[in-house]
């Protein structure tokens, strides 16, 4: 039986996104100010200018925003990257049955060549993906699977993986 799964995780906004909106705001403000200035002084080709700077700054505003997708297809976990809704970026494509361990979110240190964070920003949802990967070693994923991703990726692990995992679970 084939296995896919799709999940789309927001990214939680921070202090520095919050930031980020204002500077952009008080720019374009002061812009559009400093052309309108200008423009009412005769330069009427101006508004042009004030147009696509409110058109900037509100395409900037909109690339705030980041998105994770979570796409399980059979063995493979790949995971995407949007930014604002209109750039997607494919950040890492795993095997599963490579996968070395899978565990809740913890501040414990893994011995890891790669961390991968795509994760809302929210700990309490978080897990860890240990595995290993042709091209960047043993990788560190950091991530929010819904249960539902979390019951596909788990059926896809080795079986040492599966097993374990079932003898903690009793």
Same mark, same amino acid.
């Given at each position: 039986?084939?296995?896919?799964?799709?999940?789309?995780?927001?990214?939680?906004?921070?202090? #520095?996104?919050?930031? !980020?909106?204002?500077?952009?705001?008080?720019?374009? =403000?002061? /812009?559009?100010?400093?052309?309108? *200035?200008? +423009?009412?002084?005769?330069?009427?080709?101006?508004?042009?200018?004030?147009?696509?700077?409110?058109?900037?700054?509100?395409?900037?505003?909109?690339?705030?925003?980041?998105?994770?997708?979570?796409?399980?297809?059979?063995?493979?976990?790949?995971?995407? #990257?949007?930014?604002? !809704?209109?750039?997607?970026?494919?950040?890492?494509? =795993?095997? /599963?049955?490579?996968?070395?361990? *899978?565990? +809740?979110?913890?501040?414990?240190?893994?011995?890891?060549?790669?961390?991968?964070?795509?994760?809302?920003?929210?700990?309490?949802?978080?897990?860890?993906?240990?595995?290993?990967?042709?091209?960047?070693?043993?990788?560190?994923?950091?991530?929010?699977?819904?249960?539902?991703?979390?019951?596909?990726?788990?059926?896809?692990?080795?079986?040492? /993986?599966?097993?374990?995992?079932?003898?903690? +679970?009793?």
């Amino acid at each position: 039986m084939d296995n896919f799964i799709e999940q789309l995780v927001t990214k939680a906004h921070t202090g #520095k996104d919050t930031a !980020k909106a204002v500077i952009i705001i008080i720019a374009m =403000v002061l /812009l559009v100010g400093v052309i309108a *200035f200008f +423009a009412f002084q005769g330069f009427i080709v101006l508004l042009m200018l004030a147009v696509c700077v409110v058109w900037g700054g509100v395409w900037l505003l909109k690339g705030i925003g980041v998105e994770y997708e979570y796409i399980v297809t059979n063995k493979e976990l790949d995971i995407d #990257k949007i930014v604002g !809704k209109r750039k997607r970026t494919r950040m890492i494509t =795993v095997d /599963l049955s490579k996968s070395e361990d *899978f565990y +809740a979110y913890s501040e414990k240190d893994c011995e890891c060549d790669t961390t991968v964070y795509a994760s809302s920003g929210l700990e309490k949802d978080a897990y860890c993906l240990i595995v290993l990967h042709s091209d960047y070693g043993k990788v560190n994923i950091i991530f929010n699977p819904n249960e539902r991703t979390r019951e596909a990726i788990e059926q896809e692990f080795p079986y040492t /993986l599966r097993t374990r995992d079932n003898n903690d +679970a009793k």
